[in-house]
C-alpha cells in the first residue's frame, strides 16, 4: 500500500484553509460532529446486542413512534455541540423548536447553526438495517451577540457552508462537504478512526437505478408514474433496477457510487412528500450538487426552495444529473 492513509482529523485541519470564512470554528464543530458520530455509532452496532431497540413510547411532532436510538442519538450530537461551545443554535428533526446555545462568558459569540436529522431510518433499527444521521451547517444571518432567531434557521439550501451524512452500514462512513466537492471517510472501528477512502466522489452523470416506494404508485402524480414507467420500459440500457432500502443516506449513498435516482414524491397520504426539507432534503442536495449529481422537487432546484418552517417536507428528487433532469421532463410534461 502507497503512502500512509489521511485520517479525517487531518483532512479537516489540512482543507481548513481552503474555506473561505475559515477560522478553525467549522473544523471544530466537523471535529465535534466526528465525535459524536462515532459515539452513536458504538450503540447503533449494539443495538440487536441488548434490550434498547423498539418503540420508546414518545411521539415526535411528525406523528412518528421514536425509538430508543434516535433519542439516544438527537442526545449525543446536541450535548457534543453544545459542549464545544460552537454553535449558536441546534434544530433537530426529533425536537419540536429549536435550541438556542449560550454560555455567559460566551455571550452569543458563536456563528454557525447546524439543523440535524440524528437518526434517519429508524424504523430498519430493529430489523439490522442502515441507518444515517443527516447534517446541514449555516452561518447565522442575524447579529452575533444577540440570541439566535428562527430566521437563523430558515435558509435556502444554497446558503449552507457544509452538509453531510453518517451511515452506519457493513461499514461505518462520514461523507461531507464544505462546498469544495465531497469526500468520504470510513471508520476504522478497531481503532475508532475514520480515514479517507472516497475522495473526490462524483455521481455518475447518468444511471440505471431508481429508488422509489413503489407500494405508494397509485398516488403519485402522473409526471413520477409515467417516468417509474420509462425506467420500466425495454429499450436502450432500460429496464432499470430498482432499489430501495428505505433509508435515505443508505439509498443516497448507493446511487452516488453507482449512478440512480432517490424519489420521494408527493401523494394523498403526504401531500407535500415525506422528506424534511431542512433536515434531510438540503443538505442531500447540497452534496449531491457538489458530487455532481441534480436535485429537485419535481420542477425547481431544492436549495432554491424558500422554507417558511423548521419541519417543512417537499418533494424529493436525487440522484445522477440525466435521469434528475429526465424526471423533471415528465413532470413538465404531465404535471400531477
Ligand atoms: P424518518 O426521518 O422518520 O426516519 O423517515 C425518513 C425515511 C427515509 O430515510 C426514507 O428514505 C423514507 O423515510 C422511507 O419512507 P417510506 O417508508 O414511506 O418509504
Ligand atoms: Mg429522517
Redesign the pocket.
Known amino acids: 500500500m502507497k503512502g500512509k492513509k489521511q485520517t479525517l482529523g487531518e483532512f479537516i485541519i489540512k482543507n481548513q484553509d481552503a474555506f473561505k470564512f475559515s477560522s478553525g470554528e467549522l473544523s471544530s464543530l466537523l471535529n465535534s460532529i466526528r465525535l459524536a458520530a462515532k459515539v452513536v455509532n458504538h450503540e447503533v452496532n449494539k443495538a440487536g446486542l441488548v434490550d434498547i431497540i423498539g418503540a420508546y413510547g414518545d411521539t415526535?411532532i411528525?406523528g412518528?413512534d421514536q425509538q430508543k436510538l434516535d433519542v439516544y442519538a438527537n442526545n449525543t450530537f446536541i450535548q457534543t455541540l453544545t459542549r464545544r461551545n460552537i454553535v449558536c443554535g441546534i434544530a433537530s428533526?426529533e425536537e419540536d423548536h429549536f435550541i438556542t446555545i449560550n454560555s455567559i462568558d460566551q455571550n452569543h459569540q458563536n456563528k454557525y447553526v447546524v439543523l440535524i436529522?440524528p437518526?434517519?431510518?429508524?424504523?430498519n433499527i430493529d430489523v439490522n438495517v442502515s441507518?444515517?444521521t443527516i447534517f446541514s451547517i449555516y452561518r447565522r444571518i442575524t447579529p452575533v451577540g444577540t440570541p439566535v432567531q428562527l430566521a437563523d434557521f430558515l435558509q435556502k439550501g444554497s446558503e449552507q457552508v457544509a452538509a453531510g451524512y453518517v451511515v452506519y452500514g457493513t461499514s461505518t462512513m462520514i461523507v461531507y462537504t464544505t462546498g469544495d466537492g465531497v469526500n468520504g471517510f470510513t471508520l476504522n472501528p478497531a481503532i475508532g478512526t475514520f480515514y479517507l477512502s472516497h475522495p473526490d466522489i462524483k455521481f455518475p452523470e447518468d444511471g440505471s437505478i431508481y429508488s422509489v416506494?413503489e407500494?405508494?404508485y397509485l398516488d403519485f402524480p402522473l409526471g413520477v408514474k409515467k417516468y417509474i414507467k420509462y425506467c420500466q420500459e425495454e429499450f436502450e440500457n432500460r429496464p432499470y433496477t430498482s432499489r430501495?432500502?428505505?433509508?435515505?443516506?443508505s439509498?443516497f449513498h448507493r446511487n452516488m457510487i453507482k449512478g440512480g435516482i432517490?424519489m420521494?414524491p408527493k401523494g394523498s397520504r403526504?401531500p407535500d412528500g415525506?422528506?424534511?426539507l431542512l433536515?434531510?432534503c438540503n443538505p442531500m442536495a447540497f452534496i449531491a450538487e457538489q458530487a455532481n449529481g441534480k436535485s429537485s422537487d419535481g420542477y425547481r432546484r431544492t436549495m432554491d426552495v424558500i422554507p417558511i418552517e423548521l419541519h417543512q417536507r417537499v418533494p424529493f428528487f436525487c440522484g445522477s444529473k440525466k435521469m434528475v433532469t429526465k424526471l423533471e421532463d415528465f413532470m413538465k410534461k404531465f404535471g400531477e
Open positions: 415526535n411528525q412518528e428533526e436529522d437518526l434517519d431510518g429508524s424504523s441507518v444515517g416506494n407500494g405508494n430501495y432500502i428505505g433509508s435515505l443516506v439509498d432517490y420521494y403526504n415525506k422528506l424534511r433536515y434531510e
